[in-house]
């Protein structure tokens, strides 16, 4: 029986086209799902939008449609995005679904039966674009502390959930499970500013609006965001509130990872496990809170006029290519940067020299000094023995960064194997062992290593640059595509004739493609 994994990202707020800082986190959760599936895990991964309140509301009313319109083409518009960046979702749910409508207001019922929910009034500083509310310590010069907008007064008849019930019994769950929200800093963070402070209960209906999931027993009450879409994780795999759980659900919960960007820390790691306390849920086993993709110049926003849309990027420089520089230049636990300058230089440097240009020129001295035909490796020398071990082991490095979800050290240890195969060529000049007939085997022996090297390398970067793998083993000619094939240095042994070369990534030449950008958005405006 395969071992299970079950990623999910954070749903989507339907509020408008996601722009590539949200892309980011659908590109990174899917390279994850896509290596644990390579490993041979059974992955589920599920993605999707968040479709209620009051934002949505009120941008429907400005358009003159109804909010399930408007949800219904925003919702279009991101899911024509993560698959137009390749992403291999399971499943992609909506909360307006009304199984999960029916599932929600059961949740809320169960929470309310119990005494964790209580009628109250609710009178604070609420931000709209936000969903939440704050108490006047809480705001920031007035504003709002989490993305510094106005605030207005708010007092309405409203249901809260009783935080405070289960606060210490989050605090000695922190505690005791370190690996339960990462980076580290983050998790630091959540417990210094809310949980030492105390927690505030938290406002979960709403009358001031009705495009919301109505309360069964008061109407007159909509279920507020946080209840409507924290619980996304669980109804959809099938999880009931009277216990009549799906196999989906016995499956796969927990999940494995929630990966959400920092800026929704507060509400996955205090709000969402204390909801799955209430109801007597297992926890997900991590919450990772990834950085933040930045412009050059600052946090992209549609006020500063500095968004970048994925489709625009993917239509100017390729899909792999943006899947790359998303994938690759995001640290760990700082903010990445993204421009066109940066975005140019690493895919002249990267994809098109160190990947490109090898392959280019293996797979052509293979056709050149071969007619196309593998070589045997029976010409061994010791110079050869650095980049088999380097070949073979990199799959296990490969494997530890990724269980750490250090994605760009994954790729960076793929790319060192790669590095390593155009040093091979330098010390090795299959050029010069061409033109003496007598070392014909040596040379087919340096260029079985560097295939078997590319090879190896493309079955790793399936899980990141999966349209450039598939290139690449159509030019191998290769189905040894698995990542038991990896194992052993042999995998080419099973091809007769190499395919011919073709330009993975070209080199870009900056001044021209600036100016390419620059006409190809005073025309797409």
Not at 411 to 436: G, Q, S, V
């Amino acid at each position: 029986m395969h071992k299970k994994f079950y990623i999910s990202t954070a749903i989507a707020y339907t509020s408008g086209k996601p722009h590539i800082g949200n892309t980011y986190e659908i590109v990174l959760a899917d390279a994850i799902a896509r290596h644990k599936r390579l490993l041979g895990y059974d992955v589920y991964f599920q993605t999707g939008t968040d479709e209620h309140g009051i934002k949505i509301q009120e941008k429907a009313i400005e358009q003159g449609i109804t909010p399930q319109q408007f949800v219904d083409d925003v919702s279009g518009e991101i899911k024509r995005i993560w698959d137009l960046m390749g992403t291999s979702y399971n499943k992609f749910v909506r909360t307006t679904d009304k199984v999960h409508e029916e599932k929600v207001q059961k949740i809320f019922k169960k929470l309310y039966d119990q005494g964790d929910i209580y009628k109250g009034k609710y009178e604070g500083w609420y931000c709209v674009p936000c969903e939440s509310f704050f108490t006047e310590s809480q705001l920031v010069d007035g504003k709002c502390p989490d993305c510094g907008r106005e605030v207005k007064k708010e007092s309405e008849e409203c249901y809260f959930f009783k935080l405070s019930n289960y606060q210490d019994r989050l605090i000695e769950y922190i505690n005791s499970h370190p690996d339960f929200i990462e980076p580290e800093s983050r998790k630091n963070e959540m417990v210094k500013n809310f949980l030492e402070v105390g927690l505030q209960d938290l406002c979960v209906s709403r009358t001031s609006f009705d495009w919301g999931i109505p309360v069964t027993f008061d109407p007159e009450h909509v279920i507020y965001v946080w209840i409507d879409a924290l619980s996304n994780y669980i109804t959809f795999l099938g999880y009931d509130a009277d216990g009549n759980h799906s196999e989906e659900f016995k499956k796969y919960w927990p999940a494995d990872v929630h990966l959400i960007g920092k800026d929704i820390l507060r509400f996955h790691t205090l709000y969402w496990p204390i909801m799955l306390m209430a109801l007597g849920v297992e926890q997900p086993k991590k919450i990772f809170g990834h950085p933040w993709l930045l412009m050059g110049d600052g946090k992209m926003s549609k006020s500063k006029g500095n968004v970048m849309y994925a489709d625009d990027l993917v239509e100017l420089f390729g899909l792999d290519s943006i899947r790359y520089y998303l994938l690759h230049e995001m640290p760990f636990a700082q903010d990445g940067t993204l421009t066109y300058e940066l975005l140019i230089e690493r895919i002249n440097s990267d994809l098109a020299n160190i990947l490109g240009n090898l392959v280019n020129r293996t797979i052509s001295m293979v056709n050149k000094y071969f007619d196309g035909s593998v070589p045997n490796n029976n010409v061994k020398e010791s110079i050869d023995d650095e980049l088999i071990n380097l070949a073979l082991k990199t799959p296990n490095l490969v494997e530890e960064k990724m269980d750490g979800l250090k994605v760009a050290g994954a790729i960076d240890d793929i790319f060192e194997l790669l590095r390593r195969c155009n040093k091979y060529i330098d010390e090795t000049t299959p050029w010069a062992l061409a033109k003496d007939e007598t070392k014909k085997d040596r040379l087919g022996t340096v260029l079985y290593n560097l295939l078997e090297s590319i090879r190896i390398s493309a079955v790793l970067l399936s899980a990141f640059l999966p349209t450039t793998a598939q290139k690449i083993f159509e030019q191998l000619n290769t189905n040894e595509t698995s990542y038991n094939s990896i194992n052993n240095f042999d995998g080419m042994k099973k091809t007769t004739k190499v395919g011919n070369p073709e330009p993975l990534f070209v080199r870009i030449n900056k001044d021209d493609k600036l100016k390419e950008i620059d006409e190809y958005f005073s025309k797409n405006k």
